[in-house]
């Protein structure tokens, strides 16, 4: 399995970023696609993620309103749009396939996503200045 991310970049507070990710080589139906990221001493944490079936998702608190996760399934692409952007932001962003979609997004997405995540990107660093 690949994931390939690309997008991230430098933007001032306010601004917006898009990112995408394609994954490839899954080989099962029923998996998600999610983003997540780490701060500078901080956890991993869930930003979002949308089931390849039913196109359900799930949002981290802190982007709700702001983060968009959309999936392109003739392209198999999944975008992250990010928009009213802060120096909070800023972080490595990495997008995983997360499976099985029978728990629902909101598990895989959830405080128990470390159960569930299958595959990971390589990361694309996201940096916000103020």
């Known amino acids: 399995v690949q994931l390939v991310e690309s997008g991230g970049g430098l933007v001032h507070a306010g601004g917006t970023l898009k990112l995408s990710c394609a994954p490839s080589?899954?080989?099962?139906?029923?998996?998600?696609t999610g983003w997540f990221r780490e701060a500078p001493g901080k956890g991993r944490e869930p930003v979002a993620c949308?089931?390849?079936?039913?196109?359900?998702?799930h949002y981290g608190e802190s982007v709700k309103g702001r983060f968009t996760i959309v999936r392109d399934s003739a392209n198999n692409t999944v975008f992250l749009q990010m928009n009213t952007l802060s120096p909070e932001d800023t972080a490595v962003y990495y997008c995983?396939?997360?499976?099985?979609?029978?728990?629902?997004?909101?598990?895989?997405?959830?405080?128990?996503?470390?159960?569930?995540?299958?595959?990971w990107g390589q990361g694309i660093q996201v940096t916000v200045s103020s």
């Open positions: 995983a396939v997360l499976s099985p979609t029978m728990v629902g997004v909101s598990t895989l997405c959830g405080r128990s996503w470390r159960s569930y995540s299958d595959h």
């Open positions: 080589g899954v080989t099962r139906s029923d998996y998600a």
């Open positions: 949308i089931s390849t079936g039913d196109g359900s998702t």
